[in-house]
């Protein structure tokens, strides 16, 4: 597979009925909320968001799971108050061994062991400022799954990118190279083209479902669970998840502050 074979030219539906696109969400498929804290809050600031979130889940609907990724310093704290509560708990990042020397790093048994179940992989902010790449992300992404941690694996295009008409291609190769030997049956995704990460300058709804639909042809297992991310708001967050192929957000600025999120989460 070269770069520049485009998404929409792998066919991997295996039989005619299957290739009639479905428009309205698959029950199989699970809806999952995600909060990116990026390096926000502390632990006294942790509790503070809490108290304001966690009334609004009485709200909340059945079959949504809502996951929380603050800093790992927060995850212990988290761990103990959310026991038991409808969040999930999920980390930023993961390094691919149990131990070592590998000086800032965090391993998936350290995370496990606080009732960790997700971690986001990938995230274009690693992959830019902290030379991710395609290969450590596929490490990480294996070194997740063997310890039962569910990866939220982000893929998507620069601005330049989407311009040069280099989306589809972009992401073919990033799943290509990132999916290497990774289990689809607990694997989430999303898709995050970073010119829509903090901007407010998010992606039409439509064309976030279109891109999604051609991430699922690429995949093996039709029913991964495939998110969109990027500047998603209060009040946008209807129309991104009235979309058929959008399972769910991952949500950074707008997670931090316990109303807005809280809104996302209860999505009408
Ligand atoms: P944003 O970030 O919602 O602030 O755009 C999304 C992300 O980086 O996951």
Redesign the pocket.
């Known amino acids: 597979m070269t770069n520049d074979q485009s998404l929409t030219k792998r066919p991997k539906l295996k039989n005619a009925s299957s290739s009639v696109r479905i428009l309205t969400k698959s029950p199989v498929r699970k809806i999952v909320i995600a909060g ?1 804290w990026k390096m926000f809050k502390t632990q006294v600031e942790t509790q503070d968001f809490l108290q304001g979130f966690l009334p609004h889940l009485e709200e909340t609907p059945p079959g949504r799971e809502v996951v929380l990724c603050p800093p790992f310093t927060n995850l212990n704290v988290l761990s103990k108050i959310l026991h038991g509560s409808l969040i999930q708990l999920g980390a930023q990042n993961v390094h691919w061994e149990d131990n070592g020397a590998y000086t800032g790093e965090i391993s998936a048994p350290m995370l496990t062991e606080l009732g960790v179940r997700f971690v986001i992989v990938g ?1 274009s ?1 690693r992959r830019q400022y902290f030379g991710e790449t395609e290969a450590t992300v596929n490490l990480r992404l294996k070194a997740a799954q063997r310890h039962g941690l569910t990866p939220i694996l982000c893929v998507g295009e620069t601005k330049q990118q989407r311009h040069a008409g280099e989306t589809e291609s972009l992401i073919t190769n990033q799943l290509d190279k990132n999916l290497i030997d990774v289990d689809q049956h607990n694997l989430v995704i999303a898709y ?1 083209p970073i010119w ?3 901007t407010g300058d998010t992606c039409e709804a439509t064309e976030a479902n279109r891109v999604i639909g051609l991430i699922r042809n690429q995949l093996s297992n039709p029913d991964v669970s495939i998110q969109y ?4 708001k209060p009040n946008n967050i209807d129309e991104i998840m009235a979309q058929p192929e959008i399972d769910g957000v ?5 997670s931090l502050e316990p109303a807005s999120f809280a809104r996302i989460v209860n999505y009408k």
Do not use: Q, R, T, W
């Open positions: 990116n995230h902010e995050e829509a990460i903090g991310g990027g500047s998603v991952l949500v950074g600025g707008a």
